[in-house]
């Protein structure tokens, strides 16, 4: 078990990758607070990984909200002792042409994305440095962290903003032992992707078949989804990893669809 005591966070575990992520490192024996909008879904998650024989405690957070995400996590303390590992993980997405963007839309998205990455980052940092056992912080980005799509202004500048935050992180974080890195994943067929594809469809004016085919999957090497599973098992690597070796660095997942 590779993570075996360790205590993770994970925003927007309710879920999509989030939840993949919250099963496989309970597998490798770490102790998981599913935090989640939906507490009530975020509850049936941690009972799922206590009744398969792991630990979870289930906290509601908007991660918008200074006052639940300081709430979420002296909670999370509380409950396990501390925070090891945080993951970033909670998003929505958005389709809008830029001259049609709302503005409330945009500052949405960056309060999901960026605010929430930015709380979120705070206050487990205060309980590591608290505890001084070091930790990792992972950061949910996106092969838009790298590159841009017609129609994700306010989602392609949150993930390039993800990247500028843990390379700070990283640096600031390395004199207590605390890793900043990101995950970036192609698409991953989750709610929120399927969400997009008769949106992009509409956009373009395309078939649904055409937006999976030749938007979203034309540039892998071999024409697939990345999955769930992909990412939970990078998230396993990167918590793991025994060193300050790898940190400030971003982790592209995505069947070549960008490489670096």
């Given at each position: 078990m590779q993570l075996k005591d360790?205590?993770?966070l994970i925003t927007g575990a309710a879920s999509g990758i989030g939840k993949e992520m919250a099963i496989?490192?309970?597998?490798?024996?770490?102790?998981?607070?599913?935090?989640?909008?939906?507490?009530?879904?975020?509850?049936?998650?941690?009972?799922?990984?206590?009744?398969?024989?792991?630990?979870?405690?289930?906290?509601?957070?908007?991660?918008?909200?200074?006052?639940?995400?300081?709430?979420g996590v002296a909670d999370a303390v509380a409950h396990f002792g501390g925070i090891d590992i945080l993951i970033s993980n909670a998003g929505i997405q958005i389709i809008s042409p830029v001259v049609d963007y709302a503005f409330d839309q945009w500052k949405k998205m960056l309060a999901i994305h960026m605010d929430g990455a930015f709380l979120t980052t705070r206050a487990c940092m205060r309980a590591m440095i608290e505890k001084g056992r070091g930790g990792a912080i992972i950061y949910m980005g996106s092969v838009h962290s790298h590159e841009g799509s017609p129609f994700k202004s306010a989602y392609v500048a949150a993930k390039h903003g993800l990247v500028g935050l843990a390379k700070v992180v990283a640096k600031e974080g390395a004199k207590d032992g605390i890793r900043a890195n990101v995950i970036c994943p192609g698409f991953v067929r989750t709610p929120l992707v399927d969400k997009q594809i008769p949106e992009q469809a509409a956009q373009l004016n395309i078939s649904e078949e055409d937006v999976i085919k030749k938007v979203m999957l034309k540039d892998t090497i071999d024409g697939e989804f990345t999955t769930t599973q992909d990412v939970a098992q990078t998230a396993v690597f990167l918590a793991a990893f025994p060193s300050n070796a790898l940190s400030g660095q971003s982790i592209v997942v995505s069947h070549g669809w960008h490489m670096q």
């Amino acid at each position: 078990m590779q993570l075996k005591d360790k205590v993770a966070l994970i925003t927007g575990a309710a879920s999509g990758i989030g939840k993949e992520m919250a099963i496989e490192y309970a597998k490798q024996g770490a102790k998981i607070v599913i935090a989640d909008l939906a507490l009530d879904a975020a509850s049936k998650t941690a009972d799922e990984i206590r009744q398969a024989g792991g630990e979870a405690f289930a906290v509601a957070m908007d991660v918008s909200s200074e006052e639940q995400v300081d709430k979420g996590v002296a909670d999370a303390v509380a409950h396990f002792g501390g925070i090891d590992i945080l993951i970033s993980n909670a998003g929505i997405q958005i389709i809008s042409p830029v001259v049609d963007y709302a503005f409330d839309q945009w500052k949405k998205m960056l309060a999901i994305h960026m605010d929430g990455a930015f709380l979120t980052t705070r206050a487990c940092m205060r309980a590591m440095i608290e505890k001084g056992r070091g930790g990792a912080i992972i950061y949910m980005g996106s092969v838009h962290s790298h590159e841009g799509s017609p129609f994700k202004s306010a989602y392609v500048a949150a993930k390039h903003g993800l990247v500028g935050l843990a390379k700070v992180v990283a640096k600031e974080g390395a004199k207590d032992g605390i890793r900043a890195n990101v995950i970036c994943p192609g698409f991953v067929r989750t709610p929120l992707v399927d969400k997009q594809i008769p949106e992009q469809a509409a956009q373009l004016n395309i078939s649904e078949e055409d937006v999976i085919k030749k938007v979203m999957l034309k540039d892998t090497i071999d024409g697939e989804f990345t999955t769930t599973q992909d990412v939970a098992q990078t998230a396993v690597f990167l918590a793991a990893f025994p060193s300050n070796a790898l940190s400030g660095q971003s982790i592209v997942v995505s069947h070549g669809w960008h490489m670096q």
